[in-house]
């Protein structure tokens, strides 16, 4: 009895001990068991998404890709490292001692010896004819123009995982939609790793990134580009940018700032250049800023253009002394005639018609203290002080562009509704989305808020032209076409107060006055010839206008 | 009659189904093998595709204003000193008849 319950016990707990095998095998390791399994006889390929284009306004290439490689070594199929390494070397340029260690590791399989490497330099490594060296396709961003309009376009580098992201620029801020989805395929293979026709197959097709066709005309940008370069070398300026806008929908036509820098070689510059100052970087506007607050005082009917005021010295507001320019003063002048002298006394006299709240309240309207939503990564706005913190000489000398900072896009975008009838518009890079599938996804021209009347944006469209058919930059005006227009040069503050001699000069405006076909903003940081935005930044303007005017067909008197 | 041909059925059935099962058997085998044309024939796709790519590129480099403008340079063209705008209040068509 006693053996036979021996006997029972022992198949018991062989019994117990198999069950136990099989719940492991079964159960715990199944899912490894599985995959192991599958490995064998299914391949699994990822089918890479191409990163979307950017393209012009006519549909030429700004950005595309071009086919680039992964380049890498498998360590335990090289015959002789150092062979392998002195050949790989004379063609990468690559440091050897990097990954000679990396070569000699018993324990590696694979070894990265470049990234994004061009088909030239591929086919010489091919030739070499080394084993243990292989390829993978990592396509990279080729720019037909070169460092072309680079701020507008930022670049891409690599996120922490290695893959692909666009910074700055419409890279930036379209990066989910440029970048794509990859797909992948799995079938079942044979022996020699070849698909089986009939096997199971899934596969999903590769979803390539969305192509941006935007407002940007490439020969505008063009030049921009050039006029800029030869004004801040002709003017001796520092830094400089220009941008120009469709004042009836707040599409970008144009926009560059220097320095800058070239996308392809973005790590060879200095990281400060890689934030467009456009839309990111502040000064205060200066006499530019007068159209704006003209514009609010005739909206609210406090003046007109024909309400005079005596100039006859400077303005005291508390223990400040508010003076004109020149320190020249006319005696009975009318609100056209201030535009025109750009007078800081006048346009006091104009900011205290309009009140401290109205002043404010048009500051806000025209959207300066909050970003514009231009679709580019980077934009930011210098907040607006509240309005318990502003004195007397803060209203005072926010009226002529002092003690306010602004965005250059800020500006544009706010004379542009000078210019199109009273509407802020949200401004655009971008006009259309295409998908890879070719459905057009086309961004509508968005309207923000009116902010003066039609009437009121006739009116001060007439005073600016009159500013620059009268005014201190009407030497430099191409004759017979009318432009709306203001020059203004400020001075930079510095630690607390106003250097004395440097100063940020621009001009804005739009043209033809009466049926404006791009509002634009031309500033110069320091410029050493002259500091005056009349004789610096209004005759850049007026030279772009001309071949701006020749590009459009618009001729003398249209 | 029709038990005549019931019979031949009944006769002839096994031989039909191995001529079949030796037809899948073959069909099968000839798709199986195909695997490797179609992993050829995709290669091809991709080789193709990457040619394109690398032909894109080149026409983008070639259409660039950067290289048009260099040509242009490189040709002689300049840029004109001076424009002449002719407005329709100024342009005037005699025709002479005689």
């Given at each position: 009895?006693f ?10 707990l ?10 492991y ?6 899912d490894?068991?599985k995959?192991?399994?599958a ?5 699994e390929?990822i ?5 979307g ?12 890709n071009q ?5 890498y ?8 490292i ?9 063609v990468?340029?690559a440091n ?6 990396l070569?000699?590791?018993?324990e590696r399989?694979w070894?990265?010896?470049a990234h994004?490497v ?12 080394l ?9 990279k961003r080729?720019?037909p123009e ?7 376009l930022?670049?891409v ?9 666009g ?6 801020y ?12 799995e079938?079942e ?8 026709l009939?096997g ?10 969305r192509?941006?066709v935007?407002?940007v005309?490439?020969?505008i ?16 300026a520092q830094e400089?940018?220009v941008v ?6 707040g599409g ?12 392809q ?5 200095e ?7 456009i ?20 909206q609210?009917?406090?003046?007109s253009?024909?309400t005079?005021?005596?100039e006859?010295g ?9 003076r004109t ?7 009975t ?12 006394v ?11 709240e109205?002043?404010?309240r048009?500051?806000?309207d025209?959207?300066f203290?909050q ?20 004195t007397?000489i803060?209203?005072?000398?926010a009226s002529?562009?002092?003690?306010i900072a602004?965005?250059?896009?800020q500006m544009?975008?706010?004379?542009g509704?000078?210019?199109n009838?009273?509407w ?10 295409i ?15 009116q ?8 009116i ?12 201190e ?6 004759s017979?076409?009318?432009?709306a ?6 001075q930079?503050?510095?630690?607390g107060?106003y250097d004395?001699?440097k ?9 033809p006055?009466?049926n404006p076909?791009?509002?634009?903003l031309?500033?110069?940081?320091e410029?050493t010839?002259?500091?005056w ?5 209004a ?6 206008a001309?071949?701006l005017?020749?590009?459009?067909g ?5 | 009659m029709?038990?005549a041909?019931?019979k031949l059925?009944l006769?002839l059935l ?5 001529l079949?099962v ?6 099968t085998?000839?798709?199986a ?15 193709f595709q990457?040619?394109?790519e ?7 480099s070639?259409?660039s ?7 242009a ?7 004109p ?12 068509v ?5």
């Amino acid at each position: 009895m006693f053996r036979m319950w021996l006997i029972f016990s022992l198949f018991a707990l062989l019994f117990c001990f198999i069950s136990l095998r099989l719940f492991y095998w079964q159960v715990i390791a199944g899912d490894r068991l599985k995959a192991r399994a599958a490995s064998q006889y299914s391949a699994e390929f990822i089918l890479p998404a191409s990163r979307g284009k950017i393209l012009a306004s006519d549909s030429s290439p700004l950005v595309i890709n071009q086919p680039a490689f992964l380049a890498y070594a498998e360590p335990k199929k090289i015959k002789n490292i150092s062979h392998f390494l002195s050949s790989v070397h004379t063609v990468l340029g690559a440091n050897e001692t990097d990954i000679d260690g990396l070569l000699a590791d018993e324990e590696r399989s694979w070894v990265l010896l470049a990234h994004k490497v061009e088909l030239p330099v591929v086919e010489k490594l091919k030739a070499l004819g080394l084993s243990g060296l292989g390829f993978e396709k990592e396509p990279k961003r080729y720019y037909p123009e070169a460092s072309m309009a680079a701020h507008v376009l930022g670049f891409v580098g690599s996120d922490e995982n290695g893959r692909d992201k666009g910074y700055f620029g419409l890279e930036g801020y379209y990066d989910r939609d440029l970048r794509g989805k990859d797909g992948v395929v799995e079938l079942e293979k044979d022996a020699r790793g070849m698909p089986i026709l009939i096997g199971e197959a899934k596969r999903i097709e590769a979803e390539d990134g969305r192509t941006l066709v935007l407002w940007v005309d490439k020969s505008i940008q063009n030049i921009l580009e050039n006029r800029l370069s030869e004004g801040i070398r002709k003017y001796g300026a520092q830094e400089g940018s220009v941008v120009i806008m469709d004042p009836q929908t707040g599409g970008i036509l144009g926009m560059v700032s220097f320095p800058s820098y070239h996308p392809q070689n973005f790590l060879s510059y200095e990281k400060t250049l890689y934030k467009n100052p456009i839309v990111a970087s502040s000064y205060e506007p200066g006499s530019t800023f007068k159209a704006l607050v003209m514009s609010a005082g005739i909206q609210e009917k406090v003046i007109s253009p024909t309400t005079t005021m005596e100039e006859i010295g400077p303005l005291n507001v508390n223990e400040y002394a508010i003076r004109t320019w020149n320190n020249e003063y006319h005696g009975t002048i009318n609100m056209t005639k201030v535009l025109e002298r750009s007078s800081n006394v006048g346009m006091v006299f104009v900011a205290q018609k309009l009140g401290k709240e109205s002043l404010l309240r048009y500051i806000r309207d025209f959207g300066f203290g909050q970003p514009t939503g231009i679709d580019v990564e980077e934009e930011s706005s210098p907040a607006l002080r509240d309005r318990k913190n502003w004195t007397e000489i803060d209203y005072a000398t926010a009226s002529f562009g002092q003690g306010i900072a602004v965005t250059p896009i800020q500006m544009v975008r706010a004379v542009g509704a000078l210019a199109n009838g009273g509407w802020i518009m949200e401004p655009h890079i971008v006009k259309e989305i295409i998908e890879s599938r070719g459905r057009v996804l086309r961004i509508k021209p968005k309207k923000i808020r009116q902010v003066i009347s039609p009437a009121t944006s006739r009116i001060v469209t007439e005073m600016m032209v009159a500013a620059v058919d009268n005014g201190e930059a009407k030497w430099a005006k191409p004759s017979g076409y009318r432009i709306a227009g203001k020059t203004g040069t400020a001075q930079i503050p510095v630690a607390g107060h106003y250097d004395e001699k440097k100063t940020i000069a621009s001009f804005v405006g739009f043209a033809p006055a009466d049926n404006p076909k791009f509002v634009m903003l031309v500033t110069l940081r320091e410029p050493t010839s002259s500091p005056w935005g009349s004789e610096t930044a209004a005759p850049l303007f007026f030279t772009i206008a001309r071949d701006l005017f020749r590009y459009f067909g618009i001729t003398p008197g249209q | 009659m029709i038990r005549a041909f019931g019979k031949l059925c009944l006769h002839l059935l096994p031989i039909f189904l191995v001529l079949v099962v030796l037809a899948e058997f073959m069909v099968t085998n000839y798709l199986a093998a195909k695997g490797r044309e179609v992993g050829a024939v995709e290669q091809k796709i991709v080789d193709f595709q990457d040619e394109n790519e690398r032909l894109a590129q080149q026409i983008a480099s070639a259409s660039s204003l950067l290289h048009v403008s260099a040509e242009a340079r490189a040709m002689g063209f300049i840029e004109p000193a001076q424009y002449m705008t002719i407005g329709p209040e100024q342009f005037t068509v005699a025709l002479s008849t005689r």
